[in-house]
C-alpha cells in the first residue's frame, strides 16, 4: 500500500509536490483555504503557467483529492506537507504567519508530522516543536526551479531531510517517498536542513553577482564575460552554471532567501556583510542598463523604449521581482514611453505594470522604437528577423541584459548591440 500524502498549500510548489506524488501512484490529499482555487484544482484546471504540470494534474486526476477541509486530511494521511508561502515582511524578515496558521489547525498527537517545504528560517522548526511537542516535524526544503520543476521535482540532485531525535518514523516515511526519484538523500538534523536551503540560495545570488561584477569590470577592460565564464566554470571546484551574467536574478527565491538570511544573521547578532554587497551589486546591475541606452540615445525623454520579455526568467509567467519591474519604472522615471512583450507573462504584467503599453508580437514592440532591451532571454527572441525588425525601429539600439543574442549578427543585422560585460 502506498503512502497517501497531505498536502497543505496549494501554490505552486504545493501543487507540483501533490502532482508529483500523484504521478508516482499516491493519493494525494491537497488542501488550500483559496476555495476558488480549489473549484478549479478539482475541474483541472492550472491557472499558472509551469511545463507539464497541467498535464500531470489531469492524468492523474483520480489520485489527487483537491478540498479545503483540514479535516479530511487529515484522517486520510499521516505526512502533511506545508507548501504555504512566506513572502517576505518589511523588516525582509520572513513572514511565517500562513505556516503558524497551519501549525494551528493541526492536532498535538503522535499520528501525524508536519512537513515543512516552506522555506522558513533556520529555528523554526524547534520553535513549533516546542509549541506542539507531540506533533512530529520533518523539514524537507524545496529546490525546484520555475520552468523546470516537474522535471526537477521527479529527478532531483539531492533531496535534504532534517529531523531531530524521536520523529525517525516520519522522517524515514519521507526518504521513502523520495527514495524512488533517485538523487541523493542528505539525512541531517532540522536546523541544519533548514540552513541548507538558505545557504544553497544565497550561494548561487552569490555567485551571478560575482559574475555580474565581473562583467561590469570586463567591460571597462575590453575582456568578454562570457569567455572568462566558460574558462572559469570548467574549473570544477568553481563548476559552470550561475555564472550567466546579465541584469540581475529575481524570482520569488532569491531575492527573498538572501534577504531572509541576512536579517536572520543580523537578527542573531551577527553582520552578514558579503550579503549587503549580494544585494547592492543585484540592484545596481538593472540600472546600469539605462546607462546603455543613453550612449546611443542621449536624453531618455520622449523616447519609446520597447522590453523584449517580462517575466523574471523564461519558461514563467511568474512576475515577481522581475527585473522588467524595476527597468520600466526607471525608463518612465527618465521620461522614456515603455512598450513591452513578453510571450506568457501579459496577464501577470497587466496589473503591476498599469502604465505600459503591451504588444501583442515583438514586432508590434519594435516598431518605432527607438532602443530596446532584452529583458528575459525567451526562445523564441534567437530566431526573429533581426535585420527587417531593425529596420522598423526608429534607431536600431539593443541592450541584451541575458547575452542572449550573437553581438555580430546583431551588428550585421543593422543593430548597436550592448551587451553586459562583452
Ligand atoms: C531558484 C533556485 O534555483 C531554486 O533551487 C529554488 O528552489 C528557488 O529559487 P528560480 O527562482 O525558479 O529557482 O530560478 P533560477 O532558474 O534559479 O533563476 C533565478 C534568477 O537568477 C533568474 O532571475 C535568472 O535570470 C537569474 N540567473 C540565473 C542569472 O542571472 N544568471 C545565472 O547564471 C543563473
Known sequence: MRETVGVVGVGWVGLVTAACFASRGHDVWAMDVDEAKVAELSSGEVTFHEPGLAELVTEHARRLHFTSDMDEVLANSRLLFCCVDTPPTYSGDADLSRVMTVVERLPDDAEHALV???????GTGSSIRREM???????CPEFLKEGSAVADFLNPDRVVIGADPGDEWAADA?????????????????????MIKLASNAFLATKISFINEIANVCEEVGADVTEVARGMGLDERIGGSFLKAGIGYGGSCFPKDVSALKQLAGNSGYHFQLLNSVIEVNELQKRRVIGKLTKHLGSLVGKRIALLGLAFK???????????????????????????????????????????????????????????ILVTEWSEFADLDWPALAAEMTSAVIVDGRNFLDPERMRAAGFAYEGVGR
Open 116 to 122: 515543512m517545504k516552506s522555506t522558513v528560517p533556520s
Open 133 to 139: 511537542p507531540g506533533l512530529a516535524y520533518v523539514s
Open 174 to 194: 519521507v526518504t521513502a517517498l523520495y527514495e524512488p526519484l533517485g538523487g541523493e538523500i542528505v539525512r541531517t538534523d532540522v536546523s541544519s536542513a533548514e
Open 314 to 372: 523564461p519558461n514563467t509567467d511568474d512576475m515577481r521581482e522581475a527585473s522588467s519591474l524595476v527597468l520600466s519604472a526607471r525608463l518612465q522615471g527618465e521620461g522614456a514611453e515603455v512598450v513591452g512583450y513578453d510571450p506568457v507573462a501579459k496577464d501577470a504584467a497587466s496589473g503591476l505594470l498599469p502604465s505600459i503599453e503591451f504588444a501583442s508580437s515583438p514586432g508590434e514592440a519594435l516598431a518605432g522604437a527607438d532602443g530596446a
